[in-house]
Nanobody, 118 residues
Framework: QVQLVESGGGSVQAGGSLRLSCEASTSRYTYNCMGWFRRPPGKEREAVAVICTGVGGTYYDDSVKGRFTIARDNAMNTIYLQMNSLKPEDTDMYYC???????????WGQGTQVTVSS
């Protein structure tokens, strides 16, 4: 069973940057897609950025386009989320996820906290 381990969260002032990492416990490629999700207060959990093999491509929520970049290593078992120009509304717990598509998540990480102060 694949386990996802996140790192890289923390506290930063508005306008700052953070880089999140998520490593899958196995190097054997299992899931088409890996990405990052968050759950803003009063809202459903939402996909922030997801990267998929094949025709799935890369997805970004409108609120992070142009500021966040998702990338993966060649072995396909680690993904990164570079977050620039952070805003207070980006404050949340960020969860690494893996699955067959953005809507078919099979595995979740424990989450890493991102706090952006104004």
């Amino acid at each position: 069973q694949v386990q996802l381990v996140e790192s890289g969260g923390g506290s930063v002032q508005a306008g700052g940057s953070l880089r999140l990492s998520c490593e899958a416990s196995t190097s054997r490629y299992t899931y088409n897609c890996m990405g990052w999700f968050r759950r803003p207060p009063g809202k459903e959990r939402e996909a922030v950025a997801v990267i998929c093999t094949g025709v799935g491509g890369t997805y970004y929520d409108d609120s992070v386009k142009g500021r966040f970049t998702i990338a993966r290593d060649n072995a396909m078992n680690t993904i990164y989320l570079q977050m620039n120009s952070l805003k207070p509304e980006d404050t949340d717990m960020y969860y690494c996820a893996a699955g067959y598509s953005r809507a078919q998540i099979q595995r979740w990480g424990q989450g890493t906290q991102v706090t952006v102060s104004s």
